[in-house]
């Protein structure tokens, strides 16, 4: 059974970072994409960063440059660094998981058959 479990949300000042953490059971992160969205209250879902199995990265515009996605395949561990976070940013982040091993990441959240119970990113101004 494939669990996701991600912690290190938390409240930050503008400009400041926080790194986000996504423990993976039940598979083997090579054999899977990998996404990190988010969700802000009255907004849709959407993704920030994925992570093919074969470690080719994507970002939309709105994060390029300040977010990198990074994963390590022994611990089954998916990152999310956010460096110069903006109140903008401020949204609940989810860890999800679709099996794949195509070289582009999906990109909607319906494509990702398995997602984490999210955590909270707070930034303020």
């Known amino acids: 059974q494939v669990q996701l479990v991600e912690s290190g949300g938390g409240s930050v000042q503008a400009g400041g970072s926080l790194r986000l953490s996504c423990a993976a059971s039940?598979?083997?992160?090579?054999?899977?994409?990998m996404g990190w969205f988010r969700q802000a209250p009255g907004k849709q879902r959407e993704r920030v960063a994925c992570?093919?199995?074969?470690?080719?990265?994507s970002y939309p515009d709105s994060v390029k440059g300040r977010f990198t996605i990074s994963k390590d395949n022994a611990e089954n561990a998916l990152y999310l660094q956010m460096n110069s976070l903006k109140p903008e940013d401020t949204a609940m982040y989810y860890c999800?998981?679709?099996?794949?091993?195509?070289?582009?990441?999906?990109?909607?959240?319906?494509?990702?058959?398995?997602w984490g119970q999210g955590t909270q990113v707070t930034v303020s101004s």
């Open positions: 999800a998981a679709t099996r794949g091993a195509g070289w582009y990441c999906p990109q909607f959240p319906s494509e990702y058959n398995y």
């Open positions: 039940g598979y083997t992160l090579s054999t899977y994409y």
């Open positions: 992570i093919t199995g074969g470690g080719r990265t």
